[in-house]
C-alpha cells in the first residue's frame, strides 16, 4: 500500500484519531481502521420472493441459504469465509450466540431457538469458501415485506439511519428486480440520498427469475437478454445501476450443486422423450404426470423444482443433441445459459476489481458523519477530520477515477463503447499492468510505451472543441491516469 495511496492517506487519519481524539470518537478511528482492511461487504436487496437467497447460494457455490419461508429469511443474514462451518445470532449489544447448524439433502438447516431472542438483530454463517474471502455477501429480507419489523431490517442495513452506526454497513449492492417498478425505484433512491450504494459504482441489477420469464420457452434467457437490456437504459434506472444482468436463479444455483444422480435422470428423460420432447415438456403438470423414463413422480417432482421447466427444456434438449456428454459440461453449460457466469464477471470487473476504492468511499461516509455528528462536543477533533477529508478528496486521483466512472456509466460523459470500456479497466485497484490490459509478464518498456500513447490519446480527446468544459474535465482524468500509471512503471524495479 502507497503511502499516498487513497487507502493510505485514510489509514493515516483513522491511526491518527483512534490515537488522539478522545471516547467515542477514537473508537470511530479504531472501526474505519479495521474496515478498511477488511472485505467488501455486498448485500443482495430486492422484493419479497425475487430470488434472493437462491442467487446468493448460486454465488456462493453452495446451498447455504434457506430459500423456503423459514425464519432465517425474516432476518439480515451474512455469510462470510471461516475455517469452518458455524452460525452465530448477533445480539443488539454485540454479543454472538452459536446456533445449530446441519445438513440435510445438499442443503443447508439453520436452527434458530423458538422464540428467537428479543435482542437478535443478525445471523452470521461461517464457512470455508474461496469465494467469500475478499466478498462477504448478506442476504436480506424483502424490503416490501407484510410485516413491518422484517422490511425495516432491510432498510436499517442499507439507509443507515441516523443516529445509529456512523460506518455503512455495505459497501455495495446486488438489486434484484422483475420491472422497473415504482417501488423499486422510491428503494433505490435511497441509496443515493444516504450516501450508500446509490451509484451505478455501487450497484449492480439483477432481472431476476429470468428464466421464467416467455413461459420458459428456449428463447427465454435470449429475450431476457433484451428486456434487461431495455431496462438499464431506462431513464429512471440508469443513475442508479450499472448494469442490469438477466439471471435465472434456480438454474444459476443447480448449476453449481448439480449432481451425477439428477444428470442420469436428465439423461433418461431425454432418452424417452426423443421423439416427441416438446409433449412431454409442454408444462409442469403434463411432465409430472407422464412419467418419462419411468422416473417415479418424487423424482419428476424434484427435477421441476432444481431445473423450473426453462431448465428442463433446455438441459433435455442439450442431451438430445449430443452437446453435452456430462454432468460436469451440462453444469457449465447451464452456468453460462442461468445468467450466472456473465453476472459474476460484472460483479468482478464493478465490484471487486475496486475493492479498495468503494471501501475507501465507505469509510470517508463514516467519517463525515463522525464530523457531524461530534461537532457540538468534540469541535477541535472535528474540524481536524473535515480539513483532512477536504485535503484527500481534493489530492487522491482515485477519487477523481471514480467520478469519471461513475459519469460514464450514467451517461453523463458521452464515450464510444470502446473508450468506456477502457476507463472501466483503468479505473481499478489492479496492478499498472493489468489497468493497461497489459499480461503480467509485458515487457515494461513496452508497458511504459502503451501508457504514454494512451496519455496522449486522452489529452487531445479533452481538447476536442466540441466538449463541454465539464467533459473536458472528466478525460483529462484519463489522461493523468494514464501519466500515473507511467510514473508508477517507471518506479518498478528492474
Keep these: 500500500m502507497r503511502p499516498d495511496s487513497l487507502t493510505g492517506q485514510l489509514h493515516r487519519l483513522c491511526k491518527e484519531l483512534a490515537e488522539t481524539a478522545p471516547g467515542e470518537l477514537s473508537r470511530v478511528g479504531v472501526e474505519a481502521a479495521a474496515r478498511l482492511d477488511g472485505p467488501l461487504l455486498v448485500a443482495l436487496a430486492g ?48 454479543a454472538a450466540t452459536r446456533v445449530a447448524f446441519e445438513r440435510q439433502g445438499g442443503r443447508a438447516q439453520i436452527r434458530l431457538p423458538e422464540p428467537p431472542p428479543r435482542d437478535f438483530s443478525e445471523i452470521t454463517v461461517s464457512l470455508p469458501s474461496r469465494r467469500l474471502r475478499r466478498v462477504q455477501l448478506a442476504d436480506t429480507p424483502g424490503f416490501d415485506s407484510t410485516d413491518a419489523m422484517v422490511g425495516a431490517r432491510t432498510r436499517r442495513l442499507l439507509e443507515r439511519p441516523e443516529g445509529e452506526g456512523l460506518l455503512p454497513r455495505v459497501d455495495a449492492v446486488v438489486y434484484l428486480l422483475r420491472h422497473a417498478h415504482s417501488a423499486d425505484l422510491a428503494f433505490l433512491d435511497v441509496f443515493d440520498e444516504s450516501g450508500v450504494p446509490g451509484s451505478p459504482i455501487q450497484a449492480v441489477g439483477v432481472l431476476s427469475r429470468a428464466d421464467e420469464l416467455f413461459d420458459g420457452g428456449l428463447e427465454a434467457m435470449d429475450l431476457a437478454a433484451r428486456v434487461a437490456d431495455s431496462l438499464g437504459r431506462e431513464p429512471q434506472l440508469r443513475p442508479l445501476l450499472g448494469a442490469v444482468i438477466p439471471v435465472g436463479g434456480l438454474l444459476a444455483e443447480t448449476a453449481v450443486t448439480l ?118 462536543s ?57 489497468r493497461l490490459g497489459l499480461g503480467e509478464g509485458a515487457p515494461i518498456g513496452d ?32 489522461a493523468r491516469s494514464y501519466e500515473g500509471i507511467y510514473s508508477e512503471l517507471s518506479q518498478a524495479p528492474g
Design 259 to 376: 449432481t451425477e444422480q439428477e444428470f442420469g435422470w436428465l439423461t433418461a428423460v431425454s432418452a424417452a422423450t426423443a421423439e416427441e420432447p416438446g409433449l412431454a415438456l409442454l408444462s409442469v403438470d403434463r411432465f409430472c404426470d407422464s412419467a418419462p423414463g419411468d422416473l417415479p413422480l418424487a423424482v419428476r417432482e424434484h427435477l421441476v423444482q432444481r431445473f423450473g421447466l426453462f431448465g428442463l427444456r433446455w438441459s433435455v434438449a442439450r442431451l438430445a443433441s449430443g452437446r453435452v456428454k456430462d454432468s460436469a459440461g451440462l453444469a457449465s453449460a447451464l452456468s453460462a445459459v442461468s445468467g450466472l457466469d456473465a453476472l459474476r464477471d460484472v460483479l468482478e470487473r464493478r465490484f471487486v476489481s475496486r475493492a479498495r476504492r468503494l471501501v475507501c468511499q465507505s469509510v470517508m461516509a463514516s467519517l463525515g458523519a463522525a464530523a457531524i455528528r461530534f461537532a457540538d
Design 378 to 434: 468534540e469541535p477541535a477533533a472535528v474540524a481536524g477530520i473535515r480539513g483532512e477529508l477536504e485535503r484527500i478528496r481534493a489530492s487522491a486521483h482515485e477519487l477523481a477515477e471514480i467520478r469519471l466512472l461513475d459519469a460514464v456509466l450514467t451517461g453523463e460523459a458521452t464515450l464510444s463503447v470502446e473508450e468506456a470500456g477502457e476507463v472501466e479497466r483503468i479505473v481499478g485497484d489492479g496492478s499498472p499492468l493489468q
Design 47 to 94: 422484493r419479497t420472493k425475487a430470488g434472493k437467497s437462491t442467487l446468493l447460494n448460486a454465488l456462493v457455490g453452495e446451498r447455504v441459504a434457506p430459500t423456503d419461508m423459514s425464519e432465517c429469511t425474516r432476518f439480515v443474514t451474512w455469510y462470510r469465509d471461516g475455517p469452518e462451518y458455524n452460525v452465530t445470532l448477533a445480539g443488539e449489544d454485540g
Design 447 to 478: 508497458a511504459q510505451a502503451t501508457a504514454a500513447e494512451r496519455a496522449t490519446y486522452w489529452k487531445e480527446r479533452a481538447e476536442s472543441p466540441l466538449l463541454m468544459p465539464f467533459e473536458r474535465d472528466l478525460l483529462g482524468i484519463a
